[in-house]
T-cell receptor
Framework: KAGVTQTPRYLIKTRGQQVTLSCSPI?????VSWYQQTPGQGLQFLFE???????NKGNFPGRFSGRQFSNSRSEMNVSTLELGDSALYLC????????????FGQGTRLTVV | GESVGLHLPTLSVQEGDNSIINCAYS??????FIWYKQESGKGPQFIID?????DKRQGQRVTVLLNKTVKHLSLQIAATQPGDSAVYFC??????????FGPGTRLSVLP
């Protein structure tokens, strides 16, 4: 069974640009969550989707958005990039709404210059 | 707000010894916990989980202990090996809400 797949693995963007990251969950998993990981703040929750609906959202500005498709694949978008958005963006999938057995992908390393 | 903290940011152990990584959580309503291992350049890897109706769960070479009275979680690794060197995170969840992660403990295994 394939794991959680995130693309691309690495990205370099310029301040002010926007970026879209993709996450394909484990087959059969309908819950997808996104996290931002930085050395200073650790792992912080962005949002969670289940069956194409955003169920939960963390404390991030509106520049961070996401969506989930009918096949459970999810994308997150960051608009008007800032230097502080440089981070490892991680996606986790779970088969259930209770978030049990949540497995992570390898992440997308975003660098904003 | 909710928070999950680790007592020790770094831990060094001799190869073959047992390791104990600790975690304190603040939300007494949290009902599910996961320990993750993260190696450099990789995403967090699921190690073991435990629900709040249990106080102990064992896996292969790992044991998680949950003490709800003092809101404390620990991960025990038996016969620590060089491949166990990584950062370990505990994460708590409250009835399917988002996970709250601790800052992580770096485990270094000495030869």
């Amino acid at each position: 069974k394939a794991g959680v797949t995130q693309t691309p693995r690495y990205l370099i963007k310029t301040r002010g640009q926007q970026v879209t990251l993709s996450c394909s969950p484990i087959s059969g998993h309908r819950s997808v969550s996104w996290y931002q990981q930085t050395p200073g703040q650790g792992l912080q929750f962005l949002f969670e989707y289940f069956s194409e609906t955003q169920r939960n959202k963390g404390n991030f500005p509106g520049r961070f958005s996401g969506r989930q498709f009918s096949n459970s694949r999810s994308e997150m978008n960051v608009s008007t990039l800032e230097l502080g958005d440089s981070a490892l963006y991680l996606c986790a999938s779970s088969p259930r709404t209770d978030q049990t057995e949540a497995f992570f992908g390898q992440g997308t390393r975003l660098t904003v210059v | 707000g909710e928070s999950v903290g680790l007592h020790l940011p770094t831990l060094s152990v001799q190869e073959g010894d047992n390791s104990i990584i600790n975690c304190a959580y603040s939300n007494s309503a949290s009902d599910y916990f996961i320990w993750y291992k993260q190696e450099s350049g990789k995403g967090p890897q699921f190690i073991i989980d435990i629900r709040s109706n249990m106080d102990k769960r064992q896996g292969q070479r790992v044991t998680v202990l949950l003490n709800k009275t003092v809101k404390h979680l620990s991960l025990q690794i038996a016969a620590t090996q060089p491949g166990d060197s990584a950062v370990y995170f505990c994460a708590e969840n409250n009835y399917g809400q988002n996970f709250v992660f601790g800052p992580g403990t770096r485990l270094s295994v000495l030869p």
